[in-house]
C-alpha cells in the first residue's frame, strides 16, 4: 500500500526509538524514562493519524476538484457546440446573402457594382471568431497552476504539500535513510534553492501520487521540520550562518509537473446506452486501471531512462588532468577496436560501453598507482593488460563448452570467440585493472 512521504518518516522514527529502547536495556527500570519513552510512542501514532486523516481529507478534496473539473469541461464542450452550430447558421445565410447578390449582379451588370463582397467578408468575420478563456485555474492541493500543456499541468507546490502525497506503486520505494543523507548534503548547497522539478500522477478520480522525486520531497520535508525548529527557537540566541540559510530557503514554491490521463480515442463519455447514459462495464473499469498503470509506467520509463552520470564527470571529483588522461586512452581503443563498444552501459561480455571504461580505470585509481603522466602512457599499460589476457585464453587451453574465469564467472563458447576474432579481452573480466 502506497504512503506519505510523510507517513514513511514517521514510521522510520517510531522505529528508530524502538531501537534506542531495546539497545538502552540498562534504562529500561528507570520510571522516567520508560514514561518518556511511552509519551514519545504515543506522540508518533498521534502524528501518524494526523497525517492519515490530513492525507485522506487532501484525496476528497482532489476528488470534488475532479468532478467539479469535468462539471466545467462539460459545460464548455456544451457552450462550444452551441457556438459551432451558431457559426453553421449564419455561415448558411451568409451563402444564402451571398448568391443573391450573385444574381443581382448578373441582373445588373451596367451598374458595376459588387455588394456581395462586403457581405462575404462579413460572413467569414463571423465565423473565425473564437471566444478565448482567460481564467487562471487554482488547484485546491496544489496551489496556483502556472501552465498548461496538452499532456501535463505546471505548479508552484510548497514542499509540505508534496509530502503529504503517495508515492507511484511502481516506484522505487522510498528509502528514509537516503533522504536524511540528502538533506545533510543539501546544507551546503542551500544557495542554489532546490534545482529540477518533482513529477506527479493524477489518475482519473483526481488522485495525485508522486511519479518522480520521492527522496528530495524527503528531502524537503526534513529540511522544512528543521526551519519550523529555527523559528521556534529563534529567539534562544543560538544562530549560525547555515541556520540563517536554511530559515531563507523557500520550500512554499516547488517546480511541480503533473502528467493528467489521457483521452481516449474513443468517445469521452464512455459506453453510451440507448438514452446517451455512460455506462462503464467492471471489464472496462478493470481495463481502464490497467490503462492507467501502463500510462505511469511509460512516464516513469521516460523519465528515468537517461543513463547515470559518472562519479568521475561530477565537478571537483577528479582533477581535469585525470579526466583528460583517462579519457584519452578510453577513446583511443574505442577508435581502435569499434565492434567490441557498446553504446548501452548493460552491455554483456566481451564488449564495454566508453563510459563505464572511464569510470572503471579512475575506481581503479590505476593513474596514481602507476605515476602516469599523460594519456599515452595509460594507452601502454591497457596494451599490456591485453596481451596478458590473450595468453591466459589462448587457444587450446580454454576450448571448453564453459570455460570459468578467475572471479568464478563463466563465459560462452561464443562470447571467447568473438574476443579473440577482433583480438581484444578487455571486456571479458575486470580484474586487469588491479594487477
Known amino acids: 500500500k502506497s504512503v506519505s512521504i510523510r507517513e514513511a518518516i514517521v514510521s522510520a522514527r517510531a522505529r528508530e526509538a524502538h531501537l534506542s529502547q531495546s539497545l538502552s536495556s540498562t534504562n529500561s527500570e528507570n520510571p522516567h524514562f520508560v514514561e518518556k519513552q511511552k509519551e514519545l510512542e504515543k506522540e508518533m501514532e498521534q502524528r501518524a493519524l494526523a497525517k492519515a486523516e490530513d492525507r485522506m481529507r487532501l484525496e476528497l478534496q482532489a476528488m470534488k476538484e475532479q468532478w467539479k473539473r469535468k462539471e466545467e469541461e462539460r459545460t464548455q464542450n456544451e457552450s462550444r457546440e452551441r457556438e459551432r452550430k451558431e457559426k453553421e447558421r449564419n455561415r448558411e445565410l451568409a451563402f444564402e446573402k451571398w448568391k443573391e447578390n450573385a444574381a443581382r449582379e448578373r441582373r445588373s451588370e451596367e451598374q458595376g457594382s459588387n455588394v456581395s463582397g462586403l457581405e462575404e467578408k462579413n460572413a467569414n468575420n463571423i465565423m473565425q471568431q473564437i471566444s478565448q478563456e482567460s481564467t487562471k485555474r487554482h488547484h485546491p492541493i496544489l496551489g496556483p497552476q502556472i501552465a498548461q500543456l496538452p499532456y501535463k499541468r505546471i505548479h508552484l507546490t510548497s514542499a509540505r504539500t508534496l509530502a503529504s502525497l503517495p508515492v507511484y506503486e511502481k516506484q522505487r520505494a522510498y528509502r528514509h535513510e537516503r533522504a536524511l543523507v540528502m538533506a545533510k548534503d543539501k546544507k551546503k548547497t542551500l544557495w542554489m534553492g532546490v534545482p529540477g522539478v518533482i513529477s506527479l500522477m493524477e489518475d482519473n478520480d483526481g488522485r495525485l501520487s508522486i511519479l518522480d522525486g520521492q527522496h528530495r520531497v524527503g528531502m524537503m520535508s526534513l ?213
Open 223 to 435: 529540511l522544512e521540520e528543521e526551519q519550523r525548529n529555527i523559528m521556534e527557537n529563534k529567539d534562544s540566541g543560538i544562530a549560525n550562518s547555515t541556520n540563517e540559510e536554511l530559515a531563507k530557503l523557500d520550500l512554499n514554491n516547488i517546480l511541480v509537473e503533473v502528467f493528467f490521463p489521457r483521452k481516449s480515442l474513443s468517445s469521452p463519455s464512455g459506453n453510451a446506452d440507448a438514452d446517451g447514459s455512460s455506462v462503464l462495464s467492471s471489464g472496462g473499469r478493470k481495463q481502464q486501471a490497467e490503462q492507467e498503470n501502463d500510462r505511469g509506467a511509460a512516464i516513469f520509463t521516460e523519465i528515468n531512462k537517461a543513463e547515470p552520470i559518472k562519479l568521475l564527470d561530477l565537478p571537483g571529483v577528479a582533477t581535469k588532468r585525470t579526466r583528460d588522461i583517462i579519457d584519452h586512452a578510453a577513446s583511443h581503443y574505442r577508435d581502435a577496436f569499434p565492434a567490441m563498444f557498446s553504446a548501452s552501459q548493460k552491455c554483456r561480455a566481451p564488449h564495454l560501453n566508453l563510459d563505464n571504461l572511464r569510470e572503471a580505470l579512475f575506481a581503479s585509481e590505476v593513474i596514481k598507482r602507476e605515476k602516469m603522466g599523460s594519456g599515452g602512457e595509460l594507452v601502454k599499460w591497457i596494451a599490456r593488460k591485453n596481451e596478458g589476457l590473450r595468453k591466459q585464453y589462448a587457444e587450446g587451453e580454454m576450448d571448453d563448452a564453459k570455460s570459468k574465469l578467475e572471479n568464478g564467472k563463466k563465459v560462452g563458447q561464443a562470447t571467447l570467440k568473438k574476443a579473440r576474432k577482433h583480438d581484444f579481452y578487455l571486456g571479458l573480466e575486470s580484474t586487469w585493472l588491479y594487477k
